[in-house]
């Protein structure tokens, strides 16, 4: 369902000339498994994600989700696409209700199907407490699971996540982390990025480790303890990214 092949971006920032966000990133993700990304802040998991996502466009190489290539069919991969991002804001006058309405509405649902989606995403997310409430008025969890919501109202077949619990309480983080095990278990294609071992240990079915904006190594957690000779992910990571600070 998701599959990158050379994914490069270039940034000019002026002052330091080119800069390569991602360089040449080529990885398969199959549907019914979760696809982590893992690597530290500045690594080129963002730059990534976006462009599978469409939000930014490639300098060269491509993606193909769900059939359709990123650079030349933009529009239908959004259709087959949920993106989800820690700094993802709501509209803050509008209620949790609203927001996802609108969402659905910009992905060509209305009437009695929207009602019912939202109304199932309310059950399996837990929001009907708040969800007549301002999203100004929501606390980060529940601002949270309203992103889900509006992410999912079109029942996308890929899910791209990107660092989804940053600076959520643990037991936010548990119900996202949930989540997206409930995505996996559906079937559901996901692209998952995190800086957090532990999410990775738990969630991910194979593992992409992306440093310099270029991945460094890519496997099972078994494989990459089999190749850095550790037990632990983090000094698996270490021993990838940063073999001398391993030493």
Do not use: W
Not at 19 to 47: H, M, Q
Not at 77 to 89: E, I, K
Not at 130 to 141: E, H, Y
């Amino acid at each position: 369902m998701i599959e990158a092949r050379l994914l490069t971006k270039v940034f000019d920032a002026r002052k330091s000339g080119m800069v390569r966000g991602a360089d040449a990133v080529s990885f398969r993700v199959e549907p019914g498994r979760v696809y982590g990304l893992l690597g530290a802040n500045g690594a080129g998991k963002t730059t990534t994600l976006r462009m599978i996502a469409t939000i930014l466009r490639p300098t060269s190489g491509t993606a193909v989700v769900a059939g359709h290539d990123v650079v030349r069919e933009p529009e239908k991969v959004r259709r087959s696409v949920g993106f989800l991002a820690a700094s993802t804001a709501l509209y803050a006058r509008l209620t949790a209700r609203e927001m996802i309405e609108y969402f659905g509405r910009l992905n060509g649902i209305g009437g009695a199907e929207l009602a019912a989606r939202i109304r199932l995403l309310a059950d399996e997310l837990g929001m009907h407490e708040f969800l007549d409430r301002r999203c100004d008025k929501l606390s980060a969890g529940m601002k949270q699971k309203t992103s889900i919501a509006r992410t999912i109202v079109h029942d996308p077949q890929v899910m791209i996540f990107d660092e989804p619990t940053l600076g959520l309480d643990v037991m936010a983080a548990r119900s996202i982390v949930r989540f997206v095990r409930e995505c996996r278990a559906r079937g559901k294609t996901v692209l998952y990025s995190t800086h957090v071992m532990s999410e990775a240990e738990k969630l991910c079915d194979v593992i992409g480790i992306i440093h310099g904006g270029t991945i460094r190594a890519e496997g099972t957690l078994a494989e990459l303890r089999e190749r850095t000779g550790e037990t632990d992910l983090e000094e698996c990571f270490v021993r990838i990214v940063a073999p001398e600070a391993a030493r």
